[in-house]
Structure formats: structure tokens, C-alpha cells
């Protein structure tokens, strides 16, 4: 079950990304927000997965819908990580356009009820399952899928 339901307000959590540290209802501002996880970073499929997202991401844009992820490596990992999404889209040396967040601690994770109770990393420790919210500008739930 998730950490948090449709209509509560979403957490103003802080983090650190590959953006710097962020405020995430400063981050929202008043706009739209889609935040997603991914297991961890350098896999293929998160790999593919990002380098969509990086490229539809200026038709997020246009919609005023602000985009960040979230994966439970650290931000110097995500920063690496980013060069080889931008090359798959054959954008080397190109910045992925949003930043991810650093949850290396997983306190985010559990926070929003992320965590995969069957999925482990190779410390035995939980990885976080695919997740998707979209947070509306008032900075409530409006959608949640998990998977």
C-alpha cells in the first residue's frame, strides 16, 4: 500500500539531485509534477526508460508539468548515469533534462512507500519498485501507480 493516497498533500520533502538541493514544493512551483523511481541506475531497461522520458520531456514541458526521478543510488552515480541515457538518445554531452533525486538511505522510499519487499539489492536491502505520482499545483495526489 502506498505511503501516501490520491488527495493527501504530498510530502515537502528535501533532497538532494543532480540539480543541487531541492525544497520539492519549491521545485513544483506552481506547476504540474510527475515524480517517478526507477530500481537502479545503469540498468538497461531503466536506462531505455529515462532516455524516453528525456525525450518526450519538452512535451511535459509545453503542458506545465515539471518532471524528476528518483532512484536509490547516490547523486554522483545518477550524474554518470545520466551521460549514458543522453547516449542512448544520441544526445551525448547533452544534460538530462530534469534531475534525479539521490535516495541512497532509502528514507524517501519508505517515506512514500516505494520499496519492493521482494526485490533486493545484492546487501540484501530493498530496491525501490517502479512508481509513478503525478501532483497536482495545490501539491496533492492526484494519481499513483506502483508496479
Known amino acids: 500500500m502506498p505511503g501516501i493516497l490520491l488527495g493527501d ?16 514544493h519549491e521545485f513544483l512551483g506552481n506547476s504540474w509534477g510527475i515524480l ?10 531503466c536506462t531505455t526508460e529515462l532516455a524516453c522520458a528525456a525525450k518526450i520531456e519538452q512535451e511535459f514541458k509545453k503542458r506545465g508539468v515539471k518532471m524528476i526521478a528518483l532512484s536509490i543510488d547516490s547523486v554522483e552515480d545518477h550524474k554518470n548515469w ?3 541515457v543522453m547516449a ?3 544526445n551525448a554531452g547533452s544534460p538530462l533534462p530534469f534531475p534525479i533525486i539521490a535516495d541512497d538511505n532509502r528514507e524517501l522510499s519508505v517515506q ?18 517502479r512508481c509513478v505520482f503525478v501532483i497536482g499545483p495545490d501539491k496533492k495526489l492526484k494519481l499513483s501507480i506502483l508496479y
Open 9 to 24: 498533500v504530498f510530502p515537502n520533502f528535501e533532497a538532494d539531485t543532480t540539480a543541487g538541493r531541492i525544497k520539492f
Open 36 to 45: 517517478f523511481s526507477h530500481p537502479r541506475d545503469f540498468t538497461p531497461v
Open 82 to 84: 545520466s551521460k549514458d
Open 88 to 90: 542512448f538518445n544520441d
Open 112 to 129: 512514500l512507500g516505494m520499496l519492493d519487499p521482494d526485490e533486493k539489492d545484492k546487501d540484501g536491502l530493498p530496491l525501490t519498485a
